[in-house]
């Protein structure tokens, strides 16, 4: 597979800085179009696509997403494009798990 990598390197280094503050992520990954190439009709020709991010959580536990909503607000005061954060499960997610099938690549991993 073939990655079309659309992200300014400086953005991945803004991500990886926030989630190192954050002790119950285990490992953010970015999807879709920016690292894909591929953009889907829901995007109008001339749109700025955003940037997805699958986030795991320490433990596997959906319960600590639910209070963590805030991280998107915070990425987007960071970043100069809109955020979409998807908490991300390998056996419990399969609809973000077919996107990142897709393409995807790792920005930050810790041992969880």
Request: with cysteine; aromatic share 8%; proline share 8%.
């Amino acid at each position: 597979m073939i990655l079309h990598f659309d992200t300014d390197p400086a953005w991945i280094e803004i991500v990886v800085s926030w989630a190192m503050k954050k002790p119950h992520l285990c490992r953010v990954t970015m999807f879709g179009s920016r690292v894909t190439g591929v953009r889907t009709p829901k995007n109008p020709p001339r749109a700025v696509p955003d940037l997805d991010l699958a986030i795991e959580l320490v433990g596997d536990d959906e319960s600590g997403w639910s209070e963590q909503s805030e991280w998107k607000d915070e990425l987007e005061s960071l970043l100069p494009i809109a955020v979409d954060c998807q908490w991300f499960s390998p056996t419990a997610t399969p609809k973000v798990a077919a996107y990142m099938s897709k393409g995807s690549l790792v920005v930050f991993e810790r041992s969880c």
